[in-house]
Structure formats: structure tokens, C-alpha cells
């Protein structure tokens, strides 16, 4: 008894360990992209990770997510005290996050309507209200940042953290349950690696170019991906387009050029928001619609067996001739 409660603990302890570990790695990542101060990213990975190990591992992971906002924010936090409440706010947040899925029935799957719903306005952008709020609030109080930059702040922190919820989550959702598909035709292999081919090509092209109606070429992409793989195909997509949008506002480059941090910003968290919305919601619809589609077959299927398992039934000519050598005569239909 005592060895598998030992045994129990020491999984307990690694899941909050590796938690831990890709949170701080992540954010790291994240940090690459900084806008304000340092620490302010328009694409906070680290959001997504958290919410995926909850939905893994459930509530007694919290501590991984604190002890992996703690370290990230001991070398950039103004203060011990700061930085202590701002890995609060960034341990709350997806908890919250979580308990808020749970109570709307979310399902890891993400193969309804009602679950994509559900991570985007739960999970990311309600959720999300807290860290950027109490992590902006502690930056502006220290002396951080002036209280004039409040609202850009918060703008970059909030879309940041709820960004990545929302394409950094489905994409770890998705890695969970992949499986290789042995019995793909060799035909999907190559419609697959043409959607990427052109997904990036279509980014690249419109992140380069000054105009930022160019911006709308993804969008048949991430269409085309929600359609013929769902979830498989949107998910990638759509971490690849944010990505590469993100690096390109960072460096100032295409329809990034020459604006400030607040027009930028609008921009990149408008097209972001659009894309992972399209591809995350068309991928849940597919789902649903096929799913729907495959369980009217198999309806179909077992009425048609238990059907043809029931004897016929006699008609009239069955009946015994009555007196007189005449058969009964089948009642009248009437007009």
C-alpha cells in the first residue's frame, strides 16, 4: 500500500514538474516577441499551455503552472512582491478558465459547436480578464509602467493570453489524441502538404506587402484546412498564420510598417482573432456535421437489418376461401 501511494505521488510530482517545464520553455519562446516592457507578448504560448494540462491532469497541476510563472517572472518582474502576484494572476487565470469549461461541458474533442464556443469566450477571453488585469494593475502600481500606459497594457496583455488560448490550446488538444494514419491515400498526403505549402506562402506574402487587405489571402486557406482535415488541418494552420503575423509585426515589416504600438496592435489582434475564430469554429462544425452524418447511417443500418429480420405478414389472398368457393373481398379505399 505505502509503495503505490509513493508510486502515486511520484506521478503526481512529475506532472507538475513537466508542467512546470514546458510552461517556463514556452514562455521563453514567447518572450522572443515582447511589445511592452520586456514582457508583454501579443502571443502568450504559455496561457494555452496551462489550459491544456488542466484539461490533461485536471486542478492538481496548479502548482506546476505557479512554479513555472514564478521562474519566468523572477528575471523580468520589477520586484519580488510584483513578481509573486503576477505568477498568481497568470496561475489564476487558467484556472479559472478551467472551472469555467467544466461547468459549460466542454469536451477536449473539440467536435461541437458549443466547445469552440466555449474556449472563446470562457476560456480565453473571460478567463484571460484576470492575469492581464491583475499583471497590468502590479506593473502600473511599481512604477513600471506609467498609468497613462494602462489600457495599451492591458489591450496587449489581455489579447496576448487569450491568443494564446486560442492557438496554442486546440493545437496541444489535438497532438494529444493524433494518431498516424496508416490508411491515408497517398492523395491526402499530398492535399496536406500543398495546405501547408500555400498557407505559408499565402502568409508570407500578405505580412511582406504594405497593404493589409493582403491579409485576407489566409483565410481561404484556413477554410480549406477546416474543411478536409477539421481540427487536424485548422489547428497547425492556424498557429502558423498567428505566428508568422506575430513576428512580422514585432520586426515592423509589411502592413506593420512605420505605425505605433496601438494601431499594430489592432491589426495584428483583429487578424489573429478573425483567423484562429474561423478556423477553430468552421473546424468544429465539420466535426459535428460528420459525426451527425455517420450516426444517421448507422441508424439507418440497423433499422434496415431489423427490418429484414421480421417475418412478412399474410394479405387478403392468404385468407381461407369462404362459403360458396369466394375469397374475402379487401375493404374499399375510400376518396
Known sequence: MRTAEIGRYGSAALRILAVAAVYYGSARLGLLQQLVRGQVTPLWPPTGVALAGLLFFGLRVWPGIALGAFLVNLSIGPSAVAVLTIAAGNTLAPVCAYLMLGRAGFRDELDRLRDGLALIFLGALAGMLVSSTVGTSVLVYSGALEQ?????????????????????????????????????????????????????????????????????????????????????????????????????????????????????????????????????????????????????????????????????????????????????????RGR
Open 148 to 332: 497613462s500606459d494602462f489600457w495599451p497594457a492591458w489591450s496587449v496583455w489581455w489579447t496576448g493570453d487569450a491568443m494564446g488560448v486560442l492557438v496554442v490550446t486546440p493545437f496541444l488538444l489535438l497532438l494529444r489524441r493524433a494518431r498516424w494514419p496508416l490508411a491515408a491515400r497517398p492523395t491526402r498526403w499530398i492535399e496536406a502538404a500543398a495546405l501547408l505549402v500555400t498557407t505559408a506562402f499565402a502568409t508570407v506574402l500578405a505580412t511582406s506587402t504594405n497593404s493589409s487587405s493582403l491579409l485576407f489571402l489566409v483565410f481561404p486557406c484556413l477554410i480549406w484546412a477546416a474543411f478536409r482535415f477539421q481540427l487536424a488541418g485548422a489547428a497547425p494552420c492556424a498557429l502558423g498564420v498567428s505566428t508568422l503575423a506575430i513576428h512580422a509585426a514585432a520586426v515592423g515589416s509589411g502592413p506593420f510598417a512605420g505605425g505605433d504600438l496601438f494601431s499594430n496592435m489592432v491589426t495584428l489582434q483583429a487578424f489573429n482573432g478573425a483567423a484562429a475564430l474561423t478556423a477553430l469554429l468552421l473546424a468544429a462544425v465539420i466535426t459535428e456535421r460528420n459525426e451527425t452524418h455517420d450516426e444517421i447511417e448507422r441508424v439507418c443500418a440497423r433499422l434496415s437489418e431489423i427490418v429484414s429480420r421480421i417475418e412478412p405478414r399474410g394479405g387478403w389472398n392468404d385468407f381461407p376461401p369462404a362459403e360458396g368457393g369466394t375469397r374475402p373481398r379487401p375493404p374499399e
